[in-house]
């Protein structure tokens, strides 16, 4: 058996997440893709719903974290700004961060479990 242990972390404004893990995972697949469309589709996600967390995000923030063009015959396209790449790149030095200051609780909770 595999076990392993991941952070959860929520930054909230008011009642809405602006920043949490799924969007940081919805950033990195629009990085990865190019597109919003493409992006939802690696996470079998709906195209609306990943507008949706995009759009909640951007106006949760004071700069956008994705920008986009209307697709059509030459396509469409989303990017990270550079709002969204230190979103993300933030994001997983806090992951790491918080992974390693609590190695040893970590192991001792790891420790509890069935081997």
Same mark, same amino acid.
């Given at each position: 058996?595999?076990?392993?242990?991941?952070?959860?972390?929520?930054?909230?404004?008011?009642?809405?997440?602006?920043? !949490?893990?799924?969007?940081?995972? *919805?950033?990195?697949?629009?990085? %990865?893709?190019? $597109?919003?469309?493409?992006?939802?589709?690696?996470?079998?996600?709906?195209?609306?719903?990943?507008?949706?967390?995009?759009?909640?995000?951007?106006?949760?923030?004071?700069?956008?974290?994705?920008?986009?063009?209307?697709?059509?015959? !030459?396509g469409g396209g989303a990017q *990270?700004?550079?709002?969204?790449? %230190?979103?993300? $790149?933030?994001?997983?030095n806090i992951e790491a961060i918080?992974?390693?200051?609590?190695?040893?609780?970590?192991?001792?909770?790891k420790a509890l479990l069935k081997?």
């Amino acid at each position: 058996m595999t076990t392993q242990a991941l952070f959860r972390l929520r930054i909230y404004l008011d009642d809405t997440i602006a920043i !949490g893990p799924g969007k940081v995972q *919805l950033l990195q697949a629009i990085q %990865a893709h190019g $597109s919003i469309s493409a992006a939802a589709r690696s996470l079998d996600m709906s195209y609306r719903r990943a507008w949706n967390l995009v759009d909640e995000m951007n106006q949760s923030l004071t700069s956008p974290a994705v920008t986009s063009s209307p697709g059509g015959s !030459g396509g469409g396209g989303a990017q *990270l700004t550079p709002t969204g790449e %230190a979103i993300v $790149s933030g994001y997983r030095n806090i992951e790491a961060i918080a992974s390693q200051a609590a190695v040893a609780e970590i192991d001792a909770l790891k420790a509890l479990l069935k081997h």
